[in-house]
């Protein structure tokens, strides 16, 4: 059922507010300000000199996200693995370690044969999956659901943020457990979890400037994607998500990569889309933007208000985040993009539910 909206894409997109509350009410004891993992963990996370995470597409994506969150919160060194690539390297892990496997679906061959790989080789598993009564959920020692509920569209949304939501409790409660995270440190990076949902609702208002915004995306061949920090994840998922419902090339870089190459292909019809939340590295986005510009790009900013006033003489479009402590922004700025996509493909009456050569749960390789 698709309610009120068009495709499940559509539906899905807006009920994120929703199930990543859902999601975080899991993992959260939202009264003491503590995480409340509803599982006891395979390993002590004090004594993990790594970890590994693995995945497809836009689960990989999230992983690459949740690597800055572990790593910044936790002290913990990960390795964020495409899953069809970690199966066949026979990759060196230490038997007592841990793998992640994330998949909406539960049943993605390669990250299935990753999961069997990791274990094989004496790593405990977790399984970060949407379908309950998956192949993954059954053989991990672990499993930390994903509350996002059917998600139809194969382009995937929902699931998207909700594995955001489930890791960023983890490396919450990662880095309590290594001592890097202090009680009051922890409350109040929860405080800001738990205002997410409330955030998206509010990014969700967006959604007429990008409707208005898609009828120029769905003229054009190339779109390049820029985020730095995690926002590179995102800027990557961007693309991916425009590739694969608007058949529109598309790609995501890390913004300080622009001077290594990309630039080249500035001219004045290839929009540059730039995801760039009040984080620590914003400094460092903005003077990409200012290059971007300066070389006659159209610059497309996804940031907040403060940053649109700026960027007013430059910016072709700005699309209006609101304003809130940016540790994970990544589940907020992830609506504008999942927007874009949706929209163009729409203007361009493409299918957005059901994509040309695309099937939902990847089971072969
Ligand atoms: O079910 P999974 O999460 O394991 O699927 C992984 C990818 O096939 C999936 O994310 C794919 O990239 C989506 N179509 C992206 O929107």
Not at 65 to 78: G, H, N, Q
Not at 104 to 132: W, Y
Not at 229 to 251: C, D, F, Q, T, V
Not at 267 to 278: L, T
């Amino acid at each position: 059922d698709k309610g009120n909206h068009r495709h499940f894409m559509a539906k899905e997109i807006h009920e994120q507010p929703e199930v990543v509350g859902r999601t975080l009410g899991h993992y959260l004891d939202m009264s003491s300000g503590h995480v409340a993992l509803p599982f006891e963990l395979p390993v002590d996370p004090a004594t993990l000199s790594r970890l590994t995470i693995c995945g497809c597409g836009t689960a990989y994506f999230s992983a690459l996200m949740a690597k800055y969150w572990f790593e910044r919160f936790a002290r913990l060194p990960v390795d964020v693995e495409i899953a069809s690539e970690f199966r066949y390297r026979d990759p060196p892990l230490d038997p007592s370690g841990l793998t992640i496997v994330v998949s909406q679906s539960g049943e993605t061959a390669d990250t299935l044969a990753a999961l069997r790989c990791a274990k094989g080789k004496g790593q405990k598993i977790l399984a970060i999956v949407n379908v309950a009564s998956s192949t993954m959920s059954r053989e991990a020692d672990v499993v930390a659901p994903t509350l996002a509920g059917p998600e139809i569209g194969v382009a995937s949304t929902k699931a998207f943020t909700c594995q955001l939501a489930v890791f960023a409790a983890l490396a919450l409660a990662f880095g309590r457990a290594r001592g890097v995270l202090g009680a009051k440190e922890e409350a109040r990076l929860i405080g800001e979890l738990m205002a997410v949902p409330g955030l998206m609702a509010q990014a969700l208002k967006c959604e007429s400037a990008i409707e208005g915004l898609a009828r120029e995306i769905g003229k054009v061949r190339d779109v390049l994607y820029l985020g730095r920090g995690a926002a590179y994840p995102l800027a990557l998922e961007g693309a991916l998500k425009l590739k694969e419902i608007s058949y529109i090339h598309a790609e995501g870089y890390a913004a300080g990569e622009l001077k290594h190459g990309p630039i080249a292909l500035i001219d004045g019809d290839m929009p540059v889309i730039v995801i760039a939340p009040k984080d620590a590295v914003l400094e460092k986005t903005i003077s990409n933007m200012q290059e971007v510009a300066a070389r006659g790009g159209r610059l497309i900013l996804i940031g907040d208000e403060n940053l649109a006033r700026d960027f007013a003489g430059e910016a072709e479009a700005s699309i209006i985040m609101p304003e809130f402590p940016a540790d994970f922004a990544g589940m907020v700025y992830a609506i504008p993009i999942q927007l874009i996509a949706y929209h163009t493909a729409v203007v361009m009456g493409k299918d957005a539910d059901q994509p040309r050569n695309l099937a939902k749960s990847v089971t072969v390789e």
